[in-house]
């Protein structure tokens, strides 16, 4: 779960499903209040399809938005797509009620918007493969470990200073991430500044990826997530074909998910 969406995976029997996580839009606990107005999921969904993906498979400057040393960030071939999905109300209030158990007490400002009627339908990129997984036991203590890794890296992009006022010259030297950091703590949202900088991340330097490892380390905050636990063979998934995924969820293969289980 984050700030404006929730995220949920199948686990029903329905094949075609299998490897799938629905991205479902949040509004305000408050119908009266204004003070939370996310874009509807399917502009995010234009927004990845007519200007992100575009502009990375091209990877020159002027298609870049303007990054300060033009470099090519990541391969077209890493962004996924997914497929809009549609969904019903009693679906989505029947979710809504499974999900409000395990959620955090500091997202019940916000639930699930079940006046939606579109989800997002994306490849759940933490399944193993079953190779790795099967061990021919029924000992819980001899299942496989799984060890799962997330970071979300935030964006390292610096705007040319062409494209940046005077007064916001700052903007071309220090991430967003880490400006946002000052605003976060200003407004008690983090106990502490993190040292992480997606900068360092990205900058292809050895010592400065491995800071920024250790920086997520030790102020993770919500983009660094480490899992561990055991797998039992029967209940083994495995990973979908993204592109597969993609073209099954477009060709009419999520029309059923307002029945599925989730």
Same mark, same amino acid.
């Given at each position: 779960e984050g700030a404006m969406n929730i995220v949920v995976a199948y686990c029903g029997a329905d094949a075609r499903l299998h490897g799938s996580v629905l991205r479902l839009r949040k509004r305000s606990a408050d119908r009266c209040a204004d003070d939370f /107005? +996310? @874009?509807p999921i399917?502009?995010?969904y234009a927004f990845l399809r007519d200007e992100v993906e575009p502009r990375v498979a091209c990877g020159c400057r002027t298609c870049s938005g303007g990054v300060a =040393?033009? @470099?090519r960030l990541c391969s077209s071939e890493l962004l996924v797509r997914g497929a809009l999905v549609?969904? /019903?109300e009693p679906f989505l209030c029947e979710l809504s009620r /499974?999900? @409000?158990p395990h959620r955090p007490a500091a997202r019940a400002n916000r639930v699930l918007d079940t006046a939606s009627r579109r989800g997002w339908l994306? +490849?759940?990129l933490s399944y193993i493969p079953p190779a790795l997984l099967g061990c021919g036991t029924t000992s819980p203590a001899r299942h496989p470990l799984v060890l799962s890794v997330e970071i979300k890296p935030k964006s390292c992009v610096l705007p040319r200073p062409a494209l940046v006022r005077p007064q916001h010259a700052i903007k071309t030297r220090v991430s967003r991430f880490q400006m946002m950091q000052t605003t976060k703590l200003q407004t008690g949202k983090v106990p502490r500044v993190s040292?992480? =900088?997606p900068l360092d991340l990205f900058s292809s330097q050895q010592k400065l990826v491995e800071k920024a490892l250790a920086d997520l380390l030790d102020q993770p905050?919500?983009?660094l997530y480490l899992r561990a636990w055991r797998v039992p063979p029967p209940h083994a998934r495995a990973r979908c074909d993204l592109r597969g995924q993609t073209e099954a969820a477009e060709n009419g293969a999520t029309e059923d998910w307002s029945q599925a289980d989730a």
């Open positions: /107005a +996310p @874009a399917e502009e995010s =040393d033009g @470099a549609e969904v /019903a /499974a999900c @409000a994306l +490849p759940d040292r992480y =900088d905050q919500n983009n």
